[in-house]
């Protein structure tokens, strides 16, 4: 079933179906109103059928209106010892008792810190042996004892304790080489990952990156052997005038709406399409939940949009510029901002749905006189922003990082984010987050 037809019922199926308002099960604070639905099931091997709730979310955010993050430890320096300062941060993790755990893309090593951030030791090795790894995309753990590694390149899974002693490891040729929101390790002690399989029905002369469809989730025990899978739902199609980038101060595209999801620890998935604030969580065992929230579209303002469109005119002029069908593409540059532009859970299970907001004009230094870039410079930024919510579709609050500054993980109130320094440098702050009480360690 498509995302964007799952996204839009219960019209259809409610209409055959008895439909009421409940309350959710959750604090009274919670407003909500909710269709029971029937849907076939997705879920290969331990259910056949679930019931789909509608959340219609409309209560106050329960960390508060204000959430304030506060610097709690910095990792990375410009100049210093090799092992402070980082190339390429490819993938971050950290385990209960605050210690975190780093793997450097450039130079190919995995670092652990302990809570003050002091180094402690390299775990492993780059090669293509036991113990060894090629590209590391994703690091998690299981039972906060075992440091979980995805090697995309090797297509395999390594299992680590702390101290770097390796346990074990198995293959999977399935095994997705991009990204990271689809692997994790659920509270069942099981590993998720995303398999991927060629699309034949798509045109020979597009990218391979295209051809890939990202169709099921896996779980698997620690030795490889298949526990159960997820059929994931159709995402919106690749639109061959979406600009996607990733830089310094972020990642996002043209303002093209476009489909995310991402593995929940709690098991299962959410997943949504970018035009609205909207949802579907689908948990390993329980109901399935759509959940939506109101949202004003941000505008682009008249200065920000003309810059947009300069920028897009020189990307035509580069290979980029180029679709699949070897014609030219044509990057829209819209007047509004779609809803949100990814999705990403954290270590509780929460929800970080990363939206459009508005954007600020930032002064940018000076090209180096050395400097033969020609290419207009895009000067207007927005601050990275998250509408949280709960595994259960409770809204949580809004965090805005700071610039510079995105999320790559959290736990109770403690937030991991990555980015750049003054000198920009690559680095790795933890920030304590505050509001309410429902915010707490």
Do not use: C
């Amino acid at each position: 079933m498509a995302l964007r037809n799952m996204l839009k019922q219960p019209a259809s199926i409610t209409s055959a179906m008895h439909a009421h308002t409940l309350p959710l099960m959750t604090p009274p604070i919670i407003r909500a109103t909710v269709f029971v639905a029937f849907v076939s099931g997705m879920l290969h091997g331990t259910a056949t059928a679930q019931d789909t709730i509608r959340v219609k979310s409309t209560a106050a955010p329960l960390w508060g209106p204000n959430v304030k993050l506060t610097v709690a430890q910095e990792i990375g320096r410009a100049d210093g010892p090799d092992e402070y300062s980082f190339g390429s941060i490819g993938a971050v993790t950290f385990d209960k008792r605050g210690r975190l755990y780093v793997y450097d893309s450039q130079d190919k090593k995995l670092r652990a810190y302990d809570a003050s951030g002091k180094f402690m030791r390299t775990i492993g090795r780059s090669g293509a042996g036991p113990g060894e790894y090629e590209d590391v995309t994703t690091l998690k753990f299981t039972d906060d004892t075992v440091l979980v590694i995805r090697d995309a390149e090797l297509s395999r899974v390594s299992f680590f304790y702390p101290n770097g002693k390796l346990r074990g490891s198995f293959n999977n040729p399935g095994l997705s080489k991009v990204g990271f929101k689809d692997f994790t390790v659920d509270r069942e002690g099981l590993t998720t990952f995303s398999t991927r399989r060629s699309d034949p029905a798509l045109a020979q002369g597009a990218r391979a990156l295209d051809r890939l469809r990202y169709n099921q989730l896996m779980r698997v025990r620690s030795n490889g052997t298949l526990v159960d899978s997820m059929n994931i739902p159709t995402a919106l199609p690749y639109d061959d005038a979406t600009m996607f980038m990733i830089a310094s101060w972020g990642a996002g595209n043209n303002f093209v709406a476009q489909s995310s999801y991402a593995a929940l620890n709690s098991g299962g998935f959410v997943a949504g399409d970018g035009d609205k604030l909207r949802f579907m969580i689908r948990p390993a065992k329980g109901s399935v939940r759509i959940v939506e929230r109101a949202w004003t579209p941000a505008p682009l303002g008249r200065e920000e949009r003309a810059n947009w469109l300069e920028f897009a005119a020189y990307m035509k002029t580069r290979p980029q510029g180029v679709g699949g069908s070897g014609k030219p593409r044509d990057f829209q540059i819209p007047s509004t901002k779609p809803a949100f532009k990814d999705i990403f859970t954290d270590e509780d299970s929460r929800i970080w749905v990363s939206v459009w907001a508005p954007a600020h004009k930032v002064e940018l230094p000076p090209r180096p006189g050395s400097s033969t870039a020609t290419n207009p410079r895009l000067v207007w930024r927005q601050s990275e922003t998250y509408e949280v919510f709960s595994d259960k579709g409770e809204y949580l609050g809004r965090v805005v990082m700071p610039d510079g500054m995105w999320a790559g993980n959290s736990r109770g109130n403690r937030m991991w984010t990555i980015g750049t320094g003054p000198n920009d440098e690559e680095i790795i702050r933890v920030y304590t987050m505050s509001g309410s009480a429902a915010l707490k360690q």
